[in-house]
């Protein structure tokens, strides 16, 4: 087991009750479970989110803690919380990274692998 180390899994959904495909407005909700897999207790201090749309265009995000939290996971304990953006398009992409230090004080970044933001079916479709 790696001294210093948090798992991340996503669950992204599309949330068409508050979006507008008209206006080009897709509303988006995520949620992180964020796992303690190392043998350290850690805090998650910050976020760093990069957020892409179908048009290539990318929105950087940045901030302490996650939804007003700054949680302290021991091995094995696990932080969830929901979440959400808005795009311009029906699909996108987000990936990141968490910002951590440990209770020995080692400082770590863990990656955010990207997932996909997909308004599916609900969504008008657009041929180039």
Known sequence: MPKYQFTVDVEPQY????????????????????????EVPAQLIARHWLIGNALG????????????HQPLLGPGESFQYTSGCR???????MRGSYFCV???GERFEVEIPAFVLDAGDDAPRVLH
């Open 102 to 104: 440990a209770e020995d």
């Open 87 to 93: 795009l311009r398009t029906a699909t996108g992409t």
């Open 57 to 68: 265009q990318t929105e950087e995000v940045k901030g302490l803690g996650v939804v007003g």
């Open 15 to 38: 949330l068409p009750e508050q979006s507008a495909p008209d206006q080009d407005l897709y509303s988006f909700a995520y949620t992180i479970t964020v796992t303690n897999a190392g």
